[in-house]
């Protein structure tokens, strides 16, 4: 009887711990595990992302809820594995390949639970790392490396290149074969910055409680919606005084155009600082308005750009306020994650989180 009770605890505990594969990643990783539970990989479903759920419920039915899931929550097989690992470590752990399509690309998922891959870069071209053990001093003192709980592939250039993002991070066309994301980025070995390189640096922490690391991947998502700040170094200001004014130039050092996913907004606030007074520029929008026709859409019934003053590899605004001596210009890039006229068409308004202005960078220029 004993046998069997303790029997039924294992199957119970085991149930439990696949019912949530990323609680078992948490006991050896728990430094990630915690960033990666307030990210946006964690928060990506309809259960926990509110832009998303105004869309979905505007643009679908329930019955096109999978192939939405495909990217927003592909290791979701119910509703409390939507809200709590809509995106697993296993899934992007398994991800071997990217298949492009015209109206998406495809995750090629290798389906091994216990077979990852992963990028470090002393190991890059080792194809499979498994748990070692060593003893010295007469069996005395035992050392470890790896872990005993899965292997791990260290030679898929995916990881190091950062096609691994491009599966759900490219483009996703509508109806009208009209790309409403383009994200589209360049990425070959001679990209100095990568999604990864940007979006999940080094950071400091131990990657596993099994040894020591200093540093490890950050996988709370730096970008628009943790650690925006950390990105403005991608991003360098210029400012040339001419006869009628001055001219702010922003390089982009990003493989992609900023803010060109649908509904953000980038804005550039320009202050000139005269003695004690402070002249306030026009806010200067960064945005991609779609259109149906000559009629402004919503991005799912888009066929064509109204407007188009995002920031590609460089983007130049002239200004008509005369520069005096002594001039200080305070340049502020910033964001919304929706822009205010998005949110009132999508009934999101009164969240103010989605529509408030978060930071990039702030730099200030002597004249």
Known sequence: MKTLLLFLLLLITCNASFANDNKVCQKCHPLIYKEYYDSIHRKSSLANDAIYRAVFEKEHKEKERGKCNSC????????????????????????????????????ILTGKKKDFFSAQE????????????????????????????????????????????????????????????????????KDKNTCISC????????????????????HGIAGLHKLSKSLGKYINFHVQKHEKGFQVSIENLANHALF?????????????????????????????????????????EATNILKDTL????KNI??????????KIVLTLGFRLISKKAAKELKLQY???????????????NF
């Open 72 to 107: 927003h929550a592909p290791s979701a097989k119910n509703l409390q594995q939507e809200k709590e690992e809509p995106i697993s470590c296993i899934y992007c752990h398994t991800i071997k390949n990217i298949q492009k399509y015209d109206e998406a690309n495809k995750n």
């Open 122 to 189: 002393d190991k890059r071209n080792r194809s499979k790392v498994t748990y070692e053990t060593t003893t010295s001093f007469f069996g005395l003192i035992k050392r470890s490396k790896n872990s005993p709980y899965h292997q791990i592939e260290y030679n898929n250039e995916n990881y190091y290149n950062g096609n691994v993002c491009m599966g759900c991070h490219s483009h996703v066309n509508n109806a009208h074969d009209f790309d409403i994301i383009m994200l589209d980025a360049y990425i070959d070995k």
């Open 199 to 218: 979006h999940m640096p080094q950071t400091m922490g131990s990657k596993t409680t099994l040894s020591d690391s200093k540093t490890h991947a950050y």
């Open 260 to 300: 060109g996913q649908a509904y953000r907004e980038g804005v550039l606030d320009v202050t000139i600082i005269r003695g004690a007074d402070k002249i306030v520029q026009e806010p200067y929008i960064f945005t991609r308005i779609f259109g149906k026709g000559n009629k402004e859409s919503m991005p799912f």
């Open 311 to 314: 920031i590609y590899a460089k």
């Open 318 to 327: 002239i200004y008509n306020t005369k520069l005096q001596k002594g001039d």
């Open 351 to 365: 969240n103010k989180e989605l529509t408030k202005i978060r930071i990039l960078k702030t730099e200030s220029f």
